[in-house]
């Protein structure tokens, strides 16, 4: 019974290639809906409709466990999906936001008490158009801490640039984007980056954002939740490989993959 990754696109295999490196023996079967990446421009209705379709393949591959390893489909459509979509039973949809809030809040999801003083006074968030509007981020701060501002910057293009190995552009991008949110917040205490596929410029926001700026790594934060997980449900855990899934070109996705991954992966094409 193989872990289920979810993601629009390539991101994922960020999230991947921690959860590989926390659990080295653990099965994963990865599903990038690359035909229709990417996800952050869509509204909230395709979102869901795209993000149930590529689950339901992973369940169909055995998958009773599936991490969506996309911002903007754990921001827009996990909810949902875990309250109105869900089959009753054993299996399981998780997301990738939920360990940054724990992170920053220092409270358990399941936490239900007042919000408390947590000594963050703000929170910059770097993420598609599509995680902003879902205004998730912002509603599970505030649920849990007190006086917290969030102050969101939409990195448009970013994506797309770091798909295509365009560093250079993605370099202007990355640069242009915290400009617009410096000029908002000047000295962000901490800084999450809200898209799976900003890892791989980490350290470009690093040398634009002050030094003083704490920056969230969620790659790390997500396998380690993932590993903490298995030891409280350990049937969900599996010893094997790793199988590459996608709904779009093989040579392209293969191509372009080897630069999240750090190797070459061996792709299956399916439809969703």
Known sequence: MPIGIFDSGLGGLTILRALQQALPEQAFTYLGDNANTPYGTRDAYDVFDLTTRGTQALFDRGCDLVILACNTASASALHRM???????????????????????????????????????ENV????????????????????????VAVVGQACD????????????????????HVDKLLQRLPEPQAAVLGCTHYPLVEDLFRAALPAGTKLVS??????????????RHSGFAEIGGTTYLTTGDVAEVSKRASRFLGHGAEWEKIET
């Open 157 to 176: 293009g970013l994506v797309d640039a770091i798909e295509a190995g365009e560093d250079a552009v993605a370099a202007a991008l990355v640069k242009i």
């Open 218 to 231: 969620q790659p790390d934060l997500v396998a380690q939740a993932t590993a903490d997980y298995l030891t």
């Open 82 to 120: 875990q309250v109105n979509w869900l089959p009753k039973g054993k299996r399981r949809v998780l997301g990738v936001f939920v360990p940054m809030i724990e992170h920053l809040t220092q409270r358990d999801w399941g936490d239900n008490a007042a919000p408390t003083h947590t000594g963050l």
């Open 124 to 147: 910059a968030v770097f993420s598609t158009q599509s995680t902003l509007d879902s205004g998730a981020f912002p509603r599970e701060m505030k649920f849990r801490a007190r006086d």
